[in-house]
C-alpha cells in the first residue's frame, strides 16, 4: 500500500503513526509546516495516484481535513476513534484520514489508523451513495 503522510508538527502522537504507516507500506511524507499546503498536497498525491490513501494530522484535524476536500476527488474524513475511521472507509469511501495530533494519544492515533487503512473496500450497500458524492458541486 502506498500511503501519503503528513503533519504540520511532529510529537509523540505523529511519530506512533508515521510508525505504524512505515509498517504496513511505501510512504510519502509531505514535509511542510503550512496545514493549508499539507492537506492539499496529501490530497493531490491520493488523486494523481502516488498514493492510495492518504493520512494528515495537524491540531485539530479539520484545518487538514478541509484543505484536503478542497483537491477534486479528495473524501477527507475526520475521526478520533477506530469505529468512525472504518465507518469513513466503509460507509464513505474516504481515501484520506485527518486526525488531530494535540487531541489522541499515541495509542488511540495507531487503533484509528489502523481501522481506516484496515477497511479496503466500501460496503456495496453504499455503492449507489458514493457514487452520488462524486456527483455533487
Do not use: H, Q, Y
Not at 511505501?26 to 498536497?41: F, I, K, N, R
Not at 476513534?81 to 464513505?92: D, H, K, M, T, V
Amino acid at each position: 500500500m502506498r500511503i501519503a503522510f503528513g503533519s504540520d508538527d511532529e510529537n509523540e502522537t505523529t511519530r506512533a503513526v508515521l510508525a505504524e504507516l512505515r509498517e504496513r507500506g511505501e510512504v510519502e511524507v509531505v514535509d511542510t509546516d503550512s496545514w493549508l499546503d499539507l492537506g492539499a498536497g496529501i490530497g493531490r498525491a491520493v488523486v494523481e495516484g502516488r498514493a492510495d490513501v492518504g493520512v494528515v494530522m495537524c491540531w485539530t484535524g479539520t484545518g487538514t481535513a478541509i484543505a484536503a476536500n478542497k483537491v477534486p476527488g479528495v473524501r477527507a474524513a475526520l475521526a478520533w476513534e477506530p469505529w468512525i475511521a472504518r465507518g469513513a472507509r466503509l460507509w464513505n469511501d474516504a481515501n484520506v484520514l485527518a486526525m488531530s495530533l494535540k487531541r489522541l494519544a499515541p495509542d488511540v492515533a495507531v487503533e484509528v489508523t489502523r481501522a481506516f487503512l484496515d477497511e479496503a473496500t466500501p460496503d456495496p450497500d453504499e455503492a449507489d451513495a458514493i457514487r452520488r458524492l462524486d456527483e455533487l458541486p
